[in-house]
């Protein structure tokens, strides 16, 4: 098993656990039905995509499947979400007010999402460019 298949399954863990920690810690209990539906959107297309790339062919093979690239765009996302988010908070003064205020409490699950998006996101590199072989009927020699 390759590292970057054990990287990753914590990163998936790791992401599914802050948002499952956001979503009891944001989402007030007088919340509409939309806000948890929202956080169950979430978390069940992250453990979907999870289960389609766990249960890919050979993960360990380094090939690239479907559920990885949807992973890696989500962890992109979940990333660029939870900075902007820590931003939001040192400008967020409203005890009431939407987002993060940047207090311990507040941040637990915003780290936890970040350690895990940003546990994936080191895993993401570039694969080589297949090398096309080219052959010259006119003048084989070259």
């Known amino acids: 098993m390759k590292p970057s298949f054990k ?3 914590a990163a998936i ?3 599914a656990t802050g948002y499952g920690w956001a979503g009891g810690h944001y989402i007030p209990a007088d919340a509409n039905i939309f806000a948890y539906l929202f956080q169950f959107t979430v978390i069940g297309f992250i453990l979907i995509m999870a289960l389609a790339y766990f249960g890919a062919a050979s993960p360990s093979a380094g090939k690239r499947d479907r559920s990885a690239s949807t992973l ?3 962890s992109v996302v979940f990333f660029t979400i939870n900075i902007l988010n820590i931003a939001h908070g040192f400008y967020n003064n409203g005890p009431r007010s939407f987002g993060s205020h940047n207090t311990f409490a507040d941040l637990v699950p915003v780290v936890i999402i970040l350690a895990g998006s940003g546990l994936w996101i080191v895993t993401i ?3 080589p460019k297949r090398e096309h072989q080219t052959t010259n009927t006119v003048n084989p020699k070259k």
Do not use: K, Y
Request: zero cysteines; charged letters at 25%; hydrophobic letters at 60%.
């Open 7 to 9: 990287i990753r399954s």
């Open 13 to 15: 863990i790791l992401m």
């Open 72 to 74: 890696s765009i989500l």
């Open 125 to 127: 590199r570039r694969f």
